[in-house]
C-alpha cells in the first residue's frame, strides 16, 4: 500500500474506536491525517499520538450533521496537508429500545449522525475532489447491521443500511470520474460504544454484561471480539490502489457472524 503514502486523509469519528485506529493506520503508512472529531480534546490526542510517532496529523472539531462544519473542516485539511484525496467517514453513535418503544428523538438522533453524517461528509469529499482534480477514494462506515436487522436496534441497523444504500447510489455515480465509494461492515467490536451498548443489553434481555459479550464472541465464527484495528487495515485496503477495482461494495469484517 505504498500508495497511500504522503496521501492526505481526513477520518471522521477519529478520537476512539475503529475512526482513531483507522487514523493511526493511516499514518503508519505515510498519509498526512487530519483527525476529526466532534471531541477536539481527544481528536487533539490522536494528533498528537501520530506526530509523537514520527507521522504528520492535525486535529479540528467536526460536527458531521452540519455543513458547513464539514466543509470548513475539508478546507483546513487541505491548507495544512493539501487536497484531501482519502475520505474514511466512520462517525456514528448507536442507541438501544425495543422498536415500539422508540421515539422521534431516538429515531432523529441515530439517522443524523450515522446517515445524515456521510451524506454530508461524502458530497462534501466529491465536490472537494473535483475542484482540486483528485481521483479520491471514500470509505464510509456501516455496520453488520446494516447487512441483517438485529432486536432493539431498528433504527440504527435502518440508519446503516441506509449507509449502504447511499454508499452503491454514489458509487455508480462518480465512477466515472475514477472516484471510488465503498463500506465496511464491522461485527462485534470491542470500543467504547460497545461498552456502552452492553450494559444496555444486559437491562433490556435480564443478561450481565459479560454474559452479553460471551453471547458476541459465541457468535463469531473466529472465536473472539473484533477489534478497531481490524477493521481499520480493511479500511486502508479499500482506499489503497489494491482495490482499485472494488466500487460500491459493503465489506463484511465481522469474523464470520456474516457471510452474505
Known amino acids: 500500500m505504498d500508495d497511500i503514502a504522503a496521501k492526505s486523509v481526513l477520518v471522521t469519528g477519529s478520537a476512539n474506536g475503529i475512526g482513531r485506529a483507522s487514523a493511526l493506520a ?9 483527525v476529526t472529531d466532534l471531541d477536539e480534546t481527544g481528536a487533539a490526542a490522536v494528533a498528537a499520538e501520530i506526530v509523537r510517532s514520527g507521522g504528520k496529523a492535525c486535529a479540528h472539531r467536526l460536527d458531521v450533521t452540519d455543513a458547513a462544519s464539514t466543509k470548513a473542516v475539508f478546507e483546513a485539511a487541505a491548507r495544512a496537508h493539501g487536497p484531501v484525496a482519502i475520505v474514511h467517514a466512520n462517525a456514528g453513535v448507536s442507541s438501544m429500545k425495543a422498536a415500539v418503544d422508540l421515539t422521534e428523538t431516538d429515531w432523529d438522533f441515530n439517522f443524523d449522525v450515522n446517515a445524515k453524517g456521510v451524506f454530508l461528509t461524502n458530497t462534501a469529499a466529491v465536490r472537494h475532489f473535483r475542484t482540486h482534480g ?47 465509494v465503498n463500506a465496511v461492515c464491522p461485527g462485534f467490536v470491542a470500543t467504547p460504544m460497545q461498552d456502552r451498548e452492553v450494559v444496555w443489553e444486559a437491562e433490556l434481555t435480564g443478561l450481565t454484561p459479560d454474559a452479553v459479550r460471551r453471547s458476541y464472541v459465541a457468535m463469531t465464527p473466529l472465536g473472539r471480539l473484533e477489534t478497531p484495528e481490524d477493521v481499520a487495515d480493511v479500511v486502508v485496503f479499500l482506499a489503497s490502489d489494491g482495490a482499485r477495482f472494488m466500487t460500491g461494495q459493503g465489506v463484511n469484517v465481522t469474523g464470520g457472524v456474516f457471510m452474505q
Do not use: D, M
Open 134 to 180: 483528485v481521483k479520491g477514494t471514500i470509505v464510509n462506515t456501516a455496520s453488520l447491521a446494516a447487512k441483517r436487522g438485529a432486536p432493539f436496534l431498528a433504527h440504527y441497523a435502518a440508519s446503516k443500511f441506509a449507509v449502504l444504500g447511499w454508499t452503491q447510489s454514489l458509487a455508480l455515480e462518480v465512477a466515472g470520474e475514477g472516484i471510488r
Open 26 to 34: 493511516f499514518a503508519r503508512h505515510g498519509a498526512r491525517v487530519a
